[in-house]
């Protein structure tokens, strides 16, 4: 038996992306996702001083570190904790911690004393890699165990989830499902279904985060840190404005999801690339496709994918067009890589159906 005070939890999740469906997925269509072989873990210990310190380091070109404290206006009349103050830009940027550790108080009544909160990261943050859901089901699972609160895996993707949205607004349950569990989840009309498929060797091409020359700028890495939140926000106001014409879109997406599932179980590259470059063309349509972004895809397509589209919530010009693109490179790896490196890209090989959750106590 451990002592709570003496030890150190450790959760490690899986990065996700996107195959079908993002953006649809909000809206109750069908989308696939799947983990892949990049990791970010949530170490927890005691800590002399009260109250949490929260150490963010090594997130490719980003890295933050502060103490959040309780103001007295956020207490209730016990003196308990009401809500953690608003660090205004800088712990936007730790906002999905800051919401995990508002919630155990809240949800489980658990979390005092001193806490110290550190996250590693092999995930681009903002690069549509999953990074947020990923810093939630991390934290809340290793909270959860340090706190003796008891949970199984689907009680950790349930908070997670709420946390997700409770920062975001509207978040599907996609992100937080893969880090969870690892695999492919499927999900449609907000349920979540785990898929047994094969592995997919691919390419993810990231327009990188921040770069390492600007240092830590808190407004810019605030406004990244929100802006899966904005572009979501932007589809709906298009969607609200177009509405017939999204609908038909929408419906075409959700087929697509649905071909693609079967084209993976066929073993059938061939059709499942073309299902990428097709819902490729449909994320531009709704207007999530930044220039760079879609650089990356034609540049994949020129150079033999199989098939190419954005992952994840997509860029937004404004802010770099910051975001990802997935590539199935049949023969192609190395020239398309190649390509990606010369448009300032990173190329990551990654293997999909990786590992989920993992708690230790170390
Ligand atoms: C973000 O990775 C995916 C989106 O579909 C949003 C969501 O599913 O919550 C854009």
Do not use: W
């Not at 995930?123 to 934290?139: E, F, K, Q, R």
């Not at 349930?158 to 989840?185: C, F, L, M, N, W």
């Amino acid at each position: 038996m451990y002592n709570k005070m003496e030890r150190k939890i450790r959760a490690s999740v899986p990065a996700k992306v996107i195959l079908f469906g993002e953006h649809f997925v909000v809206y109750g269509k069908r989308a696939l996702a799947t983990a892949i072989n990049r990791r970010l873990t949530v170490d927890v210990s005691s800590r002399e001083k009260k109250g949490y310190h929260v150490k963010i380091e090594n997130i490719p070109t980003f890295g933050i570190e502060m103490d959040l404290e309780v103001g007295k206006e956020d207490r209730d009349e016990k003196g308990k904790a009401l809500l953690y103050k608003d660090y205004e830009n800088a712990t936007k940027a730790i906002a999905y911690v800051r919401e995990s550790i508002r919630y155990l108080e809240e949800r489980y009544g658990a979390g005092e004393g001193g806490v110290e909160v550190e996250i590693k990261s092999q995930i681009p943050l903002s690069a549509g890699l999953g990074s947020s859901a990923a810093t939630c089901v991390a934290t809340i699972a290793a909270l959860k165990e340090y706190f003796g609160v008891s949970s199984d895996l689907e009680g950790i993707r349930e908070d997670a989830h709420r946390i997700e949205k409770a920062v975001q607004g509207d978040a599907s349950p996609v992100d937080t499902a893969i880090s969870t569990y690892g695999g492919y989840v499927s999900v449609e009309k907000g349920e979540v279904r785990r898929l047994r498929l094969a592995g997919l060797n691919l390419i993810v091409g990231c327009v990188s985060s921040i770069p390492l020359s600007m240092g830590i700028d808190t407004k810019k890495v605030s406004e990244l840190s929100l802006k899966t939140k904005k572009i979501v926000a932007e589809v709906k106001g298009r969607k609200g404005i177009f509405k017939s014409i999204f609908d038909c879109i929408f419906d075409a997406a959700d087929e697509i999801t649905v071909q693609a599932i079967r084209a993976i179980e066929e073993g059938d590259f061939i059709k499942l690339g073309v299902l990428m470059n097709i819902n490729h063309g449909l994320l531009d349509a709704i207007g999530v496709v930044p220039r760079g972004l879609s650089e990356l895809v034609k540049m994949s397509q020129a150079s033999g994918a199989l098939g190419a589209k954005v992952t994840g919530a997509g860029g937004l010009e404004e802010i770099g067009g910051v975001g990802s693109v997935l590539v199935l490179p049949g023969e192609s790896g190395e020239r398309i890589k190649t390509a990606m490196e010369i448009a300032g890209a990173l190329g990551m090989d990654v293997k999909t159906g990786g590992e989920g959750l993992k708690i230790d106590a170390v």
